[in-house]
Nanobody, 124 residues
Framework: QLLESGGASVPAGGSLRLSCAAS????????MGWFRQAPGKGREGVVT???????TFADSVKGRFTISFDNNKNTLYLEMNTLKPENTGMYFC????????????????????WSQGTQVTVSS
């Protein structure tokens, strides 16, 4: 199970940190990441972390978003800085406990576990 929190409404240029607490498995042992679904659009990858630590960011968020993991809390974090209106959407964290071999980003949409989603709204 993934329990997500941290969504809010912020002005452009602001920052937010999303949290995703995993229960029932050790999240860091697999493929983890975040997706965004903008209004009227499909889900798209924001960032993924493979079990070997290899991290892939969407080009649109490189340099502004960071991802981290707290092993003690079994919790994944997404730090979002210099937010833009186009970052608006419902954010989901995902997890595939045993990963997809050495890869994560290409297969993340197939992750077994998805959070309930948290809304991020960035106003201009």
């Amino acid at each position: 199970q993934l329990l997500e929190s941290g969504g809010a409404s912020v002005p452009a240029g602001g920052s937010l940190r999303l949290s995703c607490a995993a229960s029932g498995f050790t999240a860091s042992s697999g493929c983890m990441g975040w997706f965004r679904q903008a209004p009227g659009k499909g889900r798209e990858g924001v960032v993924t972390v493979a079990k070997d630590g290899d991290t892939t960011f969407a080009d649109s968020v490189k340099g502004r978003f960071t991802i981290s993991f707290d092993n003690n809390k079994n919790t994944l974090y997404l730090e979002m800085n210099t937010l833009k209106p186009e970052n608006t959407g419902m954010y989901f964290c995902v997890e595939q406990p045993r990963g997809f071999g050495d890869s994560c980003w290409p297969f993340a949409m197939q992750c077994e576990y998805w959070s309930q989603g948290t809304q991020v709204t960035v106003s201009s």
